[in-house]
């Protein structure tokens, strides 16, 4: 399939706690995006990592790219109750125009 | 506020019903998509616009049947359609530059029932 998938599907950690999700793909692509979603609502764009990028930060989240491995991370910094919300990696593909999107981890963070 | 804007919220419909969802951008965006969000399943892209036109069509059932008729605006328009057709209908837009890296913006999406 052409879209990412992420790992684990659920996870659920105490506040304060780091939370890291993991995506692969199986194809070339020109950058991978985070998305979150809230339940029932719509996705919110997060952070963007291009393939030549390796890492990046955005306040308390933390991106890898892993082009060799096809593997992504992200890793949520002292998660609080409101990050509680759907996670989903979404692969731009080499030749493509459009973003192709996983079934997303659930992430619960107790108060 | 995403600016997408998606109505209606809820619907729920007969089998035999013909409805319409509705989805507007205040972004000034030149493209506009459809996505359909089911339980444990990934995000399917249904339909893209560009600059009006339809440049992708997954392989979507003729029961729904979209309508761009200017860049801001996008219609999904449902005819007999079937209970496994219930889900979260996204709406969505982007500017397209011709290169990679467009960040999508999502409305907050229609359920859809189907009875």
């Known amino acids: 399939s052409q879209q990412g998938e992420e790992d684990p599907q659920a996870l659920s950690i105490q506040e304060g706690e780091n939370a890291t999700m993991n995506c692969s793909y199986k194809?070339?692509?020109?950058?991978l995006q985070w998305y979150r979603q809230n339940s029932g609502r719509g996705l919110v764009h997060l952070i963007l990592i291009r393939s030549n990028e390796r890492e990046k930060h955005s306040g308390r989240l933390r991106v890898t790219l892993d082009t060799s491995k096809k593997s992504s991370s992200l890793l949520i910094t002292a998660s609080r109750a409101a990050d509680t919300a759907s996670y989903f990696c979404?692969?731009?593909?080499?030749?493509?125009?459009?973003?192709?999107f996983g079934t997303g981890t659930r992430l619960t963070v107790i108060p | 506020e995403t600016g997408v804007t998606q109505t209606p919220r809820h619907l729920v419909m007969g089998m035999t019903n013909k409805k319409s969802l509705k989805c507007e951008q205040h972004l000034g965006h030149n493209a506009m998509y459809w996505y359909k969000q089911s339980a444990k399943k990934p995000l399917e892209l249904m339909f893209v616009y560009n600059f009006k036109e339809q440049t992708e069509n997954n392989s979507v059932p003729s029961r729904f049947s979209p309508e761009c008729p200017n860049s801001s605006h996008l219609f999904l328009h449902l005819h007999t359609l079937q209970p496994e057709d219930s889900a979260l209908y996204l709406c969505a837009s982007s500017q397209m530059t011709g290169t990679s890296g467009n960040t999508i913006y999502f409305g907050e999406g229609s359920w859809l029932t189907v009875v």
């Open positions: 979404a692969t731009d593909l080499t030749g493509a125009n459009n973003l192709f």
């Open positions: 194809t070339s692509i020109n950058n």
